[in-house]
């Protein structure tokens, strides 16, 4: 079977920020605005966003797969901002994204993030249907399964929660799937397990019980804006959990320069096999080929 290739980018935080109104810098945007102009209008680069988007368009992917915090204060502006780079990068069936917190950054997004709806509604979905979580999209032989952790937080919070009615739609959708030989990604802005309480998914374990005893051979997520690989138990073996660079950030402290991932992803017989590559910027100077690693090989059932 020829491979598959799933590209993930996650974070871009688009520069640049739109003139804010006085009227809405109020409560947390307005925290969020003096940290944007004190340091991170420095970390988060146009110029490196596009040159890394340039490179994963040139890998000619089968498909591109993004997790969330497209936009910093969630303006208004900079949803139709997002929207513009979202066609950019592909179109809605060659694109799927899932939300993070910065697009649920205050209660009032809700509305401006169905300017993205194209790019995150499920294929039984018709045009102009709400938006709903979780959704199933099937590309080549993987079922791609999108849920959304963004919830508005108080300010210096950045936690996210699937509550209790997407854990039970999720269940639900794992059941229908259950007979399906296709390779299962699980797409999620925050990661399944942090060590820092004001960022991590407060429903972590029950997400955890369910993939458990769901098999899900793929976690995709951002937010710590690290490269990193964590595993958990699934009903066939240990499931890794990948999280990636911001896809716009400079080096600074102890966090890496934008980059992306490719899975190369392949039915051998009756198991699947999933490789992994990395392309990222090399002290912030160029894309360049990073190490490849062979993530995992899924037996079927």
């Known amino acids: 079977m020829t491979a598959f290739t799933l590209a993930h980018l996650s974070d871009p935080h688009l520069a640049p ?9 109020a409560g947390k945007r ?21 040159t890394l988007v340039a490179d994963l368009r040139a890998q000619s992917p089968g498909h591109i797969a993004i997790t969330g915090d497209l936009v910093n204060l969630a303006l208004p502006d900079e949803f139709t901002q997002a929207r513009a780079w979202l066609e950019s990068v592909g179109a809605p069936a060659d694109v799927t994204l899932v939300p993070g917190n910065h697009d649920a950054y205050v209660r009032v997004t809700t ?14 979905a018709g045009t102009g249907a709400p938006l709903s979580f979780p959704f199933l999209r099937r590309r080549g032989p993987l079922t791609l399964i999108g849920v959304s952790s963004a919830v508005p937080t108080r300010p210096f919070m950045a936690t996210g929660s699937l509550r209790r009615s997407q854990l039970d739609m999720l ?20 990661p399944l397990s942090s060590k820092a309480s ?13 993939i458990k005893r769901h098999r899900v051979d793929l976690i995709l997520h951002g937010h710590d804006h690290v490269r990193s ?27 890496p320069a934008a980059a992306y991932n490719l899975f190369s992803i392949s039915r051998e017989g009756d198991s699947w096999r999933c490789e992994q590559r990395v392309r990222g910027f090399a002290d912030g100077a160029a894309v360049e080929k990073a190490e490849v690693t062979e993530l995992q090989r899924v037996q079927l059932i």
Not at 200 to 207: G, K, V
């Open 17 to 25: 920020l739109p003139a804010p109104r006085l009227h809405q810098l």
């Open 30 to 50: 307005a925290l969020g605005y003096l940290n944007w102009r004190r340091d991170r209008h420095k970390i988060h680069r146009r110029d490196v966003l596009d």
């Open 111 to 124: 509305k401006q993030t169905s300017q993205w709806a194209e790019y995150m509604r499920g294929d039984s």
């Open 171 to 190: 269940e639900q959708g794992f059941s229908q799937i259950a007979d399906e030989p296709s390779f299962r990604v699980l797409l999620i802005h925050h």
């Open 198 to 210: 004001y960022k991590r998914l407060t429903d972590a374990d029950a997400l955890l019980a369910l």
């Open 229 to 255: 690989t964590m595993w958990f138990e699934g009903p066939l073996g240990r499931v890794p959990a990948i999280g990636v660079p911001s896809a716009s950030a400079t080096p600074h402290r102890n966090y």
